[in-house]
């Protein structure tokens, strides 16, 4: 599949197979982050890769999902994320701007294991300090963030934007989208 292809196919899941995610696709995940682009090179950040079973159940705990349709944008019982991985900005390197870097290094992870056929959603909604404790993350680090991984029990599809971006699931579980049109958006040689 074409990155383009990829991009194009990539959506925010949040029903999961329980099938484990293996150590080698999470350490390729990590890997394409490490790689993405950053702010003057100062590359700030860490992960915390988390396949452990017991601790992946702790992790979901700290954790909120799909607000704008809680309860059932959650995933069911069954249907958790395999895997996590915390993305930590190392502080003694850099303490504030690194929300670029970290955009950067989401979106490759998300691709990279898109390719796999891993699915992920990006969460910014998280007990930090339970999660630091969890995970043992010194006090020069900061959690920005998580992403979910597993493989999809779900469907997500992009929508024609009519005239609201409010996503939507219906009974099936399958998300909808909303997506604005490219027509609207692209502007050449000026606005």
Known sequence: MSVLDLIRSRRSIRQFRPEPVGRDILTKVVDAGRLAPSAANLQPLEFVAVDDAALAKEVFGCLKWASAIAPRGNPRPGHEPQAYIAVLVNARI?????????????????????????AACWLISVDKPKVVDLLGIPDSYKLDSILALGFPAQVSKAEEFADSTKYWQDEDYTFHVPKRKLASVVHFNGF
């Open 94 to 118: 850099r303490e504030k701007m690194y929300e670029y870097d970290v955009g950067a290094a989401m979106e490759n992870m998300i691709l990279a294991a898109l390719e796999k056929g891993i």
